[in-house]
């Protein structure tokens, strides 16, 4: 596979601004047998407003790429910037919201208390939160939930407390690390509706990773594929489909059911890889 | 109630019958019918007392029966029965409270710390290996037969038992929930008091039911080797005096203060740890 050039080099445009700049990105861990190359040179950006996936097979180095630009986690060479501001490792950017994978709600907060979370912390009064809170929750379709604690919930509703709580401080970038992985088919649609009716109202800068191709084709603008272990840039691709997009339909489709064949080849031929390592 | 528990109750009510019942009667008629050999001598009344036996003394004790009224009784004796429970009743409860705030305090700061908990944990292991009891003579010695060296005893004895629990605890908050949390907005500091300490909490209660008992032990082992008041300080009189009556009178009112101490620390548990599915009430 010859190296294919990103495609936000070539089709850059004056209009919207780079949110994300991610270049020459490394990452190596220290393993028994010496260093394990992790990310391998990896750059691309995201533009205002864009919904970009990070897609790739598992152990492909996309959540440590998102960690990095997040400054979780420390880069072993390269760049990240969000706007023009080089990201740190361990400070946090107000502008960025993150959504985990693993449940990370606070077991002893009722799912008000934790979709106020950030609020509550930042020192807003109880009743300055209460509205934005009931307004999340309704968003969140968690009406009469409110007061219970998370361990009542389903996995979907509990993911989608998490999402609330980093919403309602109305992040310009949100980094999602396969926030629906561990749900089912139908709370996954569930969530995709949920996500795009709030994406396709305030277009928020997105960089979600998945290593779920329908997932990516039904919610991003465009698609970043990474090769398996070591990460690196594959391919860039814009997603064509109109919005506001309906997840169901959208995957009953016949143009969605080509592109996803289109690009499962690639993808199958990176998920051999990983297998035979 | 359902005929499960009802039956529960009747069992235990009929076990609770035939205990009394043999320790009132049991010796007496073991007598009259086993050859003597046979019969424990433990169980002498002379050692073990006997229900009704406890009962008056309880009523003596407790200044019911006196013939100069109550408050005369009272005050014809410093260490009543009364004052020597408030007096052991607030030894342990001061101990009780700095035992579980040290232990809180230490425990929370050196789990959140790799680099200071390398340092100490060769002195907290060197120092929770001495049995808290071998301390107590130094302990008096140094604090007096007064209260403050019962303070002292109950809170080392609580101390290890708490900051153990809240060490383990506040190593075991979810690492996610706590990057959540960093990137929600907290400081470290807020994540401290919002994510660890909640989270460390179950731990800490898990150890606040055997730090009460922990407590009353080392005021009472204490009261045992000097002292001027309390209820350890009333069985070690009774004990020079052969009373078994008298002991097992202060035994008793230690039994009941320790399971109402118990009740109350699950209740503040029970709301406390609402969250947690094993204190659901709903």
């Not at chain 1, 740190?88 to 106020?116: C, L, M, S």
């Not at chain 1, 009953?252 to 035979?276: P, V």
């Not at chain 2, 008096?140 to 303070?151: E, Y």
């Not at chain 2, 039911?209 to 069985?235: C, D, N, W, Y």
């Amino acid at each position: 596979m010859s190296e294919v050039l990103p495609m936000t080099a070539m089709t850059a445009t004056a209009a919207p601004a780079d949110r994300i700049t991610v270049r020459n990105l490394d990452k190596r861990f220290r393993g028994a047998s010496g260093d394990v190359v992790a990310v391998d040179n990896v750059s691309f950006t995201v533009r205002q407003g864009e919904f970009v996936a990070l897609l790739g097979p598992s152990g492909c180095g996309k959540s440590t790429i998102l960690n990095m630009v997040a400054g979780l986690l420390e880069r072993s060479g390269g760049g990240v910037a969000i706007d023009a501001d080089p990201v740190v490792h361990g400070a946090i950017n107000r502008k960025v919201g993150y959504v985990f994978q693993r449940d990370t709600v606070f077991p002893w907060r009722t799912v008000e208390a934790n979709i106020g979370y950030g609020l509550e912390i930042a020192g807003d009064s109880k009743t300055a939160r209460a509205a934005k809170v009931q307004r999340a929750i309704e968003t969140a379709g968690l009406s009469g939930f409110g007061r219970s604690f998370p361990r009542t919930l389903s996995g979907g509703m509990r993911q989608r407390v998490a999402l609330m709580r980093t919403l309602i401080l109305e992040p310009e970038i949100l980094l999602m690390d396969e926030p629906f992985g561990a749900l089912d088919t139908h709370t996954k649609l569930e969530m995709h509706k949920t996500l795009l009716e709030i994406w396709e109202r305030e277009r928020q800068t997105v960089l979600f990773v998945t290593h779920d191709l329908g997932e990516a084709l039904t919610l991003a603008s465009r698609i970043i594929l990474l090769s398996a272990r070591p990460g690196r840039l594959k391919e860039d691709f814009e997603v064509p489909f109109a919005r506001p997009r309906d997840p169901v339909a959208l995957r009953e489709s016949a143009e969605f059911g080509r592109l996803y064949s289109h690009i499962w080849h690639s993808l199958g031929e990176e998920f051999r890889r990983t297998k035979a390592d | 109630m359902t005929a499960r528990k009802m039956s529960i109750w009747a069992w235990r009510l009929v076990v609770l019958a035939v205990l009394l019942g043999t320790w009132e009667w049991g010796f007496d008629l073991a007598k009259l019918v086993l050859p003597k050999a046979w019969v424990p001598k433990f169980l002498d009344p002379y050692f073990v007392s006997k229900p009704t036996a406890i009962w008056a003394s309880f009523l003596r004790l407790g200044c019911f029966t006196d013939p100069l009224g109550f408050s005369a009784c009272l005050a014809a004796n410093d260490n009543n029965l009364w004052v020597a429970m408030l007096v052991t009743l607030k030894n342990m409860w001061w101990g009780f409270l700095w035992g579980t705030g040290l232990g809180m305090l230490t425990g929370l700061v050196l789990g959140r710390s790799d680099y200071l908990s390398e340092i100490f944990a060769p002195f907290i292991v060197a120092l929770n290996s001495i049995p808290r009891i071998a301390l107590v003579p130094l302990i008096i010695l140094m604090f007096g037969l007064g209260d403050l060296s019962k303070i002292v005893t109950a809170g080392i004895v609580v101390y290890f038992v708490v900051f153990f629990n809240t060490y383990e605890g506040t190593r075991a908050v979810d690492r996610d929930q706590i990057a959540a949390a960093r990137l929600l907005g907290a400081s470290e500091f807020t994540v401290l008091r919002t994510v660890v300490v909640p989270s460390a909490l179950a731990w800490v209660f898990a150890s606040l039911t055997p730090a009460v008992s922990f407590a009353l032990i080392g005021v009472i082992v204490g009261e045992f080797i000097g002292a001027e008041r309390g209820l350890g300080k009333l069985i070690i009189e009774a004990e020079a005096r052969a009373n078994a009556s008298e002991m097992m009178v202060a035994i008793f009112v230690m039994m009941i203060v320790g399971i109402l101490l118990a009740i109350v620390v699950r209740r503040i548990q029970g709301y406390l740890l609402r969250w947690q599915p094993q204190f659901d009430k709903s």
